[in-house]
Every structure is written in C-alpha cells, then in structure tokens.
C-alpha cells in the first residue's frame, strides 16, 4: 500500500530539533508525492517558512497547546 496522505501534529514550529526533525520529515514526504497536512496548535516560528510550498499548515489559533490526558 503507497502511502498518500499523512498529517504531523506539533503544538508550533518554535524552537530547536524536533521542530527542524518535523519540517525536515515533512518535506521529504511532500517530495515524494505525499499530500502532507502540517497541524500546529499556533502556526508561529521561523521554521514556518522552511516548509515546502505544498504542504498545507492547519492552524488551531489556540493559545494554550492541545492537551491530552490518560484515561
């Protein structure tokens, strides 16, 4: 099965590695033909600008990050 569509899930593209690891990661797939949706809590930081052109970033507008809770 060839993988078509993926999303990545961070809370912004602020900060160091894992931001750099996730546009890095998302870029690669965009260039193999992979239809990448980019999903940020706040679509801010300068890594926004890394991203290739035809991944679409998905912003929440949230100012607290999306938590999550074990049952």
């Known amino acids: 099965m ?22 890095t990661l998302a870029n690669g797939l965009a260039a193999r033909g992979v239809n990448v949706d ?7 930081g300068h890594f926004i600008s890394m991203l290739d052109k035809n991944i679409r970033v998905i912003d929440f507008h949230s100012r607290q990050g999306i938590y999550t809770s074990p049952k």
Do not use: H, I
């Not at 060839?2 to 899930?9: G, H, S």
């Not at 980019?38 to 801010?44: K, Q």
């Open 2 to 23: 060839k993988l078509r569509k993926v999303a990545l899930f961070l809370p912004s593209l602020d900060g160091g590695g894992a931001e750099r690891v996730f546009v």
């Open 38 to 44: 980019m999903v940020l809590s706040n679509a801010t």
